[in-house]
């Protein structure tokens, strides 16, 4: 036998275990191989009896939809649970943010010439009594077709000390109410000194989650007001219930995605990148950076909140959606639910005279006076 550690090392060797798939051929065997999924309804693109493991979802779209990514849902199910252990609008989750498509490349997913209208996911999701792979359309729009394959194992029971993979994305437009008085994005102390932060109640939350996993993974879709750097934000890693996040604790936003200063240049690792860059004044716009820790995954035991500051002490207003990936026991804690559709759509466009007014102009155009997101806590 080989001693080799590399990706290819073990493909030689011989494995028990069938591979099957899901997909959307035509059965009458024609070319028609999608399907069609109207307004409100639910696919099942995958209902899987027995054990097994998950190694390849492919997918792609035609909708008439410009928002269809964001307005699509993809839940998974293992074991015949109730509660979904993935639950994220389908484009992020294959780390398309805002609805757009572009081309985006990491190992464990990407998004495929033409334009990103590929979706692929390698990580593999092991199950004992089952799997269920479903796509809600909360679109309007009917998707007009669906392509899909899901590729798997049949195994007479799943890998010894097999975590089950979960998924779940966040939104929030943040406040600095609690970093400056006056509510000012005060980067840098430029307005002046603000209060140091000694908790990461205000944080952007990643992840709840409760029971012995690991994190392996994070896409962090943010949408700047301002010309501001938005990267001084530290994230934090509260392990087991420890009340201060002092075992796991970073030093800035570009330094948990593996880059420094201040980026605003593309970059494609296997394991991290800068995928999607704003196209205005200094970091004006939108970003998206990933992090795979495949190699470096967060451990925990009975639990585990991640989050991250929106500007230093969390000092700024920032429009931030995520994507964090992760392997734990079951049950999991209940992912909190997905905000309703209209409160998935993307913020309307500020131009460089406008980015003081962007939290007034939100409220305004929801028809309310607070901000949304799902609800932090302690």
Same mark, same amino acid.
């Given at each position: 036998m080989g001693s080799g550690n590399g990706p290819l090392d073990g493909l030689y060797r011989l494995r028990s275990g069938r591979s099957r798939r899901a997909s959307s051929y035509? *059965?009458?065997?024609?070319?028609?191989?999608? #399907?069609?999924?109207?307004? !409100?309804?639910?696919?099942?693109?995958?209902?899987?009896?027995?054990?097994?493991? #998950?190694?390849?979802?492919?997918?792609? #779209?035609?909708?008439?939809?410009?928002?269809?990514r *964001?307005?699509?849902?993809? *839940?998974?199910?293992?074991?015949?649970?109730?509660?979904?252990?993935?639950?994220?609008?389908?484009?992020?989750?294959?780390?398309?943010?805002?609805?757009?498509a572009y081309n985006f490349v990491?190992?464990?997913?990407?998004?495929?010439?033409?334009?990103?209208r590929a979706l692929n996911c390698y990580f593999p999701m092991p199950f004992a009594d089952g799997a269920r792979v479903t796509v809600e359309n909360q679109s309007d729009q009917p998707m007009d077709a669906l392509y899909f394959y899901i590729d798997y194992e049949e195994l007479d029971a799943p890998p010894a000390e097999a975590g089950r993979f979960h998924a779940w994305w966040n939104r929030e437009l943040t406040d600095p109410g609690e970093a400056d008085p006056d509510h000012r994005e005060n980067e840098w102390s430029v307005l002046g000194p @603000?209060?140091?932060?000694?908790?990461?109640?205000?944080?952007?939350? @990643?992840? /709840?989650? /409760?029971?012995?996993?690991?994190?392996?993974?994070?896409?962090? @879709?943010?949408?700047?007001?301002?010309?501001?750097?938005? !990267? /001084?934000?530290?994230?934090?890693?509260?392990?087991?219930?420890?009340?201060?996040?002092?075992?796991?604790?970073?030093?800035?936003?570009?330094?948990?995605?593996?880059a420094s200063w201040s980026p605003? /240049?593309?970059?494609?690792?296997?394991?991290?990148?800068?995928?999607?860059?704003p196209s205005s004044l200094g970091w004006l716009g939108r970003t998206h950076c990933y992090r795979f820790l495949l190699e470096d995954p967060i451990r925990f035991q009975k639990s585990l909140r991640g989050s991250i500051e929106h500007g230093h002490a969390n000092a700024l207003t920032l429009d931030i959606a995520s994507v964090c990936y992760w392997y734990q026991t079951e049950p999991h804690r209940p992912l909190p639910p997905l905000p309703p559709r209209q409160e998935r759509q993307n913020l309307p466009a500020i131009g460089v005279r406008e980015v003081h007014r962007w939290r007034d102009a939100w409220r305004q155009s929801m028809g309310g006076g607070r901000l949304w997101g799902n609800e932090r806590k302690g």
């Open positions: 035509d *059965r009458n065997g024609g070319n028609a191989d999608r #399907i069609v999924v109207a307004p !409100g309804q639910t696919a099942v693109l995958a209902d899987i009896r027995g054990s097994g493991v #998950i190694r390849h979802i492919w997918c792609t #779209i035609a909708c008439k939809d410009p928002m269809i *964001r307005n699509a849902v993809l *839940r998974m199910y293992w074991d015949g649970e109730a509660e979904p252990s993935v639950l994220a609008p389908l484009g992020d989750f294959f780390g398309q943010g805002w609805g757009e990491s190992l464990p997913v990407c998004a495929a010439p033409l334009h990103g @603000f209060p140091p932060n000694r908790s990461d109640a205000q944080n952007y939350l @990643f992840l /709840e989650a /409760e029971g012995r996993g690991h994190v392996v993974g994070v896409h962090y @879709f943010v949408d700047n007001p301002g010309p501001i750097w938005y !990267g /001084e934000g530290d994230d934090m890693w509260r392990v087991d219930g420890e009340p201060w996040p002092g075992s796991l604790h970073g030093t800035g936003t570009e330094d948990f995605f593996n605003n /240049e593309a970059y494609a690792h296997p394991y991290f990148g800068y995928a999607r860059l």
